[in-house]
């Protein structure tokens, strides 16, 4: 019975603030963790930087510094499987119940392309869909977009704004408020919850719904360490992670409702857009271009979009 | 092997670093020059790889040269106090176990750095379809570079190659 | 806390026994990852995750501007600029190394450059003029702490860096205690002047002259505009003012002071990237240690710390300061920044500071570790420069280093001071 006294130490990391919506959920998994495994299981969670970027957490998860760390998929885990950036492509999204059957869905998928790196992922948590937070005027039409010079985070924000009609540029966030305040960038976007909580809405007046992206973490847990895992807690890890998810689900939603209804209480003028199929459709060449890079990249993404 | 024939390597070494460091670092600051003309040039758009490729860069230039400052002398150190406070004959015992943790050290920063290379030679960096591992060699091989200089201090007491030459800090 | 303790013994006996700063740091977090049985891969991911930033790319470029200025000679301008403007105070060649320095933080952001490039020029006239070298070797070394303070600033930089601030308004907010620092400095200066019966000619105030040098330092003078202006109002990234500066330098050194030649430039870049790396590579092992601290809760301990054991927030911070002095006298400023930014501020933010008011209190706090005795870089410098053992000049530097802690403790009494000019920018 010496196995059953043995305890599994379970260190996890987000890059992200222990106050957010992913940080809570992380905590709440910690905890339940803890508790279901009666102390087999004694798990810890870091917040923010302190451990490294999140490209470094994440090589600590996959060399076992941590055995858990939560990741954006699109960013940080394509160093390793390039076609998971097919996530970032715009529209391939289309509403909040959609993406978390996405999400849910890949799960297996993202585990299977990642094993050979030893991840398994578990738990994909929706942060928002992103929307555009203009200084000048709002965006009821791409043609609205013509001639604006709007901060994404990565070149292919960038290449979605040119396909769009605007110009885009890939500013530093924290340098987004200053630049917003002195005319450098005209706009940029990001989810509701990310705007407020760095008051960008001070120096912009329109946010127009355009729906075009939404960002989500997985928890990847070093695959070894699982794998050594007895079956039970093999289990109550991935319940937890899941009772996780769709607690990070539900708080993120109303995270978002309530930061939306915030900005407009402080004047920001709200819109939706004319019709989100127009955008969708200039921006449909990027879908295009991504499949014309290789087919796993074309495989990956009928995946997706196999998906109702 | 004659001495001469250890000073001649060492040349051609030290060459070869200085001037990789010279075209490595020149070509960082040519292309975070040249991306913002583009930035603020009306219809040219900046190239997205040059961030990425600065920041790894530099990783280079920061470990080559690291080991320049091992020959120069110029990393920050306290040597003055242990010769002021410490007995001779307990310095002649501190001094071996301290070389002997600084080899250690590096031979370990080297041996892991080749094995996190290795490791990493599937891994792709954001923006082009290179390896990260081309940069994560700069780790080894600085290390390596850095333990060659110590090993000459150490055997020969001076950098037996330094022509002295104030460096401006 | 037992293991945290034991880590700084480590760390400082290490440093202690002669082994450079970078390497000490490496075989602490080397012993203590045995110990507490984690796997070295953490070593290069570190290592080379602590160097792979892009706003620490400001680093290098700033270092470059000022090799570059130095080599175009934009110091000599500066210096006899001052000359002109306080040349003709008693004490005239204090005065000059002090407001040279001023005039130098304005253009380069490190205060280990400031020593080496000012006190290369003033040290040598000061001695020969009959200043004692400790006294030549105080006034240099206590005024580079201005380099770091007035913008622009690589501390800054690694502060913003590590706690997410923004770094135009760091910079905005030293520049008033900047300007404090130099003419309390002045002050001091008068005044032991004085005491030390020091009596040096000193040549007159002559306004032509004062026009003539100021026309010709014209170029050097607003180079500080320049920098400032791009990063306050977002034209550039404080890593982009970076190469920016190094660009005017070359401008200014082919074109207008014909100071530089194509053959100079090799050296001036080896040379800068030495620093750099003595910097990055200092960054990068620390990157290491802290990591490992982390593991030991040591942040959240510091930060509860500091808010249960004293009540008021002030005292609380003033704790801070002495352990940031205790450990300055140890470990590099670049080593605190590195490992104490975040919980510090972490500390101030819970404690009720405004961020950008405690960040440029703390970094000052963290910079007086460059002029206290045993490991003090700016002291270091100048000694060497003066060729005197650094001890020496530990005598003559406690009046400055008085004036410079009082300041600290006005930057945290008075918000004011720092906020002030960010209020300007950023109502
Ligand atoms: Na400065
Ligand atoms: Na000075």
């Given at each position: 019975r010496e196995a059953d006294q043995q305890v599994y130490r379970l260190r996890t990391s987000t890059n992200l603030a222990a106050s957010g919506t992913v940080g809570r959920a992380l905590q709440y998994f910690v905890d339940d963790v803890n508790e279901s495994s009666g102390g087999r299981i004694n798990a810890t969670a870091n917040f923010g930087s302190e451990l490294g970027t999140q490209r470094e957490q994440v090589e600590m998860a996959q060399t076992g510094s941590l055995e858990m760390v939560v990741a954006s998929p699109p960013?940080?885990?394509?160093?390793?499987?390039?076609?998971?950036?097919?996530?970032?492509?715009?529209?391939?999204?289309?509403?909040?119940?959609?993406?978390?059957?996405?999400?849910?869905?890949?799960?297996?998928?993202?585990?299977?392309?990642?094993?050979?790196?030893?991840?398994?992922?578990?738990?994909?948590?929706?942060?928002?869909?992103?929307?555009?937070?203009?200084?000048?005027?709002?965006?009821?039409?791409?043609?609205?977009?013509?001639?604006?010079?709007?901060?994404?985070?990565?070149?292919?924000?960038?290449?979605?704004?040119?396909?769009?009609?605007?110009?885009?540029?890939?500013?530093?966030?924290?340098?987004?408020?200053?630049?917003?305040q002195t005319g450098v960038i005209d706009g940029m976007e990001a989810s509701p919850d990310m705007i407020y909580s760095m008051r960008f809405q001070e120096q912009a007046e329109y946010l127009s719904k355009t729906f075009h992206i939404a960002a989500s973490v997985f928890y990847f847990f070093n695959r070894e360490w699982y794998e050594a895992l007895p079956s039970d807690l093999q289990d109550i890890v991935m319940e937890s992670a899941r009772k996780a998810a769709a607690y990070q689900n539900r708080i993120d939603l109303e995270a978002q409702e309530e930061s939306m209804q915030k900005m407009i209480d402080e004047g920001v003028t709200v819109n939706e857009v004319n019709d989100l199929s127009e955008f969708a459709r200039l921006t449909a060449p990027m879908v295009e271009s991504f499949r014309a890079r290789g087919p796993e990249w074309a495989d990956f993404i009928d995946k997706i979009q196999a998906i109702q | 092997m004659s001495r001469a024939f250890f000073s001649t390597v060492y040349t051609v070494v030290d060459r070869v670093r200085m001037t990789a460091v010279i075209l490595v670092f020149g070509f960082i600051i040519t292309i975070g020059a040249v991306q913002i003309f583009m930035r603020y040039t009306p219809g040219l758009n900046p190239w997205s790889w040059v961030s990425e490729i600065m920041r790894y860069l530099n990783i280079w230039v920061v470990m080559l040269s690291a080991s320049i400052g091992v020959k120069y002398g110029t990393h920050l150190k306290m040597d003055y106090l242990l010769y002021k406070i410490v007995p001779e004959r307990a310095i002649r015992i501190i001094l071996p176990l301290t070389r002997i943790m600084i080899v250690l050290a590096l031979c370990l920063l080297i041996y892991y750095g080749v094995q996190r290379t290795s490791a990493n030679l599937r891994t792709v960096i954001h923006s082009l379809p290179i390896s990260i591992a081309w940069f994560y060699a700069a780790i080894p091989l600085g290390g390596a570079l850095i333990l060659m200089e110590y090993l000459l201090i150490f055997i020969h007491g001076t950098h037996p190659y330094h022509v002295e030459q104030k460096l401006e800090v | 806390m037992f293991y945290v303790l034991l880590i700084f013994v480590t760390l400082i006996a290490l440093i202690f026994a002669g082994i450079p700063v970078f390497l000490a740091t490496l075989i602490t977090s080397i012993l203590f990852m045995i110990i507490l049985d984690l796997p070295f891969s953490i070593i290069i991911i570190r290592v080379f995750g602590g160097i792979d930033s892009f706003s620490l790319m400001a680093i290098p470029f700033f270092i470059l501007a000022g090799n570059i200025m130095m080599e175009a000679k934009i110091t000599d301008k500066i210096v006899e600029f001052s000359n002109a403007m306080v040349g003709q105070f008693k004490g005239g060649l204090g005065h000059i190394n002090i407001v040279s320095s001023m005039f130098f933080a304005g253009i380069q952001g490190s205060g280990a450059a400031d020593a080496s490039a000012i006190g290369s020029v003033l040290i040598p006239s000061m001695t020969k003029q009959g200043y004692g070298r400790d006294y030549a070797v105080a006034v240099t070394a206590s005024s580079s702490m201005i380099g770091p303070i007035i913008p622009p600033s690589i501390a800054m930089i690694m502060y913003a860096y590590y706690t997410d601030l923004s770094v135009g308004r760091l910079f905005l907010g030293g520049f008033v205690p900047g300007v404090i620092v130099g003419l309390g400095l002045m002050a001091v200066h008068a005044v032991f002047y004085r005491i030390r019966k020091y009596d040096f000619p000193?040549?007159?105030?002559?306004?032509?002259?004062?026009?003539?040098?100021?026309?010709?330092?014209?170029?050097?003078?607003?180079?500080?505009?320049?920098?400032?202006?791009?990063?306050?109002?977002?034209?550039?990234?404080?890593?982009?003012?970076?190469?920016?500066?190094?660009?005017?330098?070359?401008?200014?050194?082919?074109?207008?002071?014909?100071?530089?030649?194509?053959?100079?430039?090799?050296?001036?870049?080896?040379?800068?990237?030495?620093?750099?790396?003595?910097?990055?590579?200092?960054?990068?092992?620390?990157?290491?240690?802290?990591?490992?601290?982390?593991?030991?809760?040591?942040?959240?301990?510091?930060?509860?710390?500091?808010?249960?054991?004293?009540?008021?927030?002030?005292?609380?911070?003033?704790?801070?300061?002495?352990?940031?002095?205790?450990?300055?006298?140890?470990?590099?400023?670049?080593?605190?920044?590195?490992?104490?930014?975040?919980?510090?501020?972490?500390?101030?933010?819970?404690?009720?500071?405004?961020?950008?008011?405690f960040g440029v209190f703390a970094v000052v706090a963290m910079q007086l570790g460059a002029i206290t005795p045993p490991v003090g870089t700016f002291l270091f410098i100048s000694s060497s420069i003066a060729g005197i053992p650094l001890e020496k000049a530990v005598r003559a530097m406690l009046p400055f280093f008085t004036l410079i802690l009082i300041v600290t403790l006005l930057i945290l009494f008075i918000p004011g001071l720092t906020l002030g000019v960010v209020g300007l920018f950023f109502p």
């Open positions: 960013s940080a885990l394509a160093a390793y499987v390039p076609q998971l950036q097919a996530l970032n492509i715009p529209y391939i999204l289309r509403d909040e119940e959609h993406f978390v059957r996405v999400l849910n869905s890949l799960e297996d998928e993202i585990s299977r392309l990642l094993a050979p790196h030893n991840f398994v992922a578990v738990g994909g948590q929706n942060m928002g869909f992103r929307h555009m937070l203009v200084r000048r005027r709002p965006v009821y039409e791409p043609a609205d977009l013509r001639g604006l010079q709007m901060r994404g985070p990565n070149p292919v924000y960038v290449e979605m704004f040119e396909s769009l009609g605007a110009s885009g540029v890939t500013t530093d966030w924290t340098d987004v408020y200053t630049s917003l | - | 000193t040549r007159r105030f002559d306004i032509r002259y004062f026009l003539q040098t100021l026309k010709r330092s014209a170029l050097a003078l607003i180079m500080p505009f320049i920098i400032l202006f791009g990063i306050v109002f977002g034209v550039f990234t404080p890593t982009e003012s970076g190469i920016i500066a190094s660009l005017y330098g070359l401008v200014y050194g082919f074109f207008f002071s014909r100071e530089l030649t194509v053959k100079k430039l090799p050296k001036i870049m080896i040379d800068s990237a030495t620093m750099t790396a003595v910097v990055m590579i200092t960054i990068a092992m620390a990157g290491v240690l802290s990591n490992i601290l982390v593991r030991l809760h040591f942040q959240s301990n510091m930060i509860n710390f500091a808010l249960e054991t004293v009540g008021n927030r002030h005292m609380a911070s003033l704790l801070i300061m002495v352990f940031m002095l205790i450990l300055g006298c140890f470990l590099d400023p670049t080593v605190l920044i590195a490992m104490f930014a975040a919980p510090v501020l972490a500390a101030g933010t819970a404690m009720g500071f405004d961020p950008i008011h």
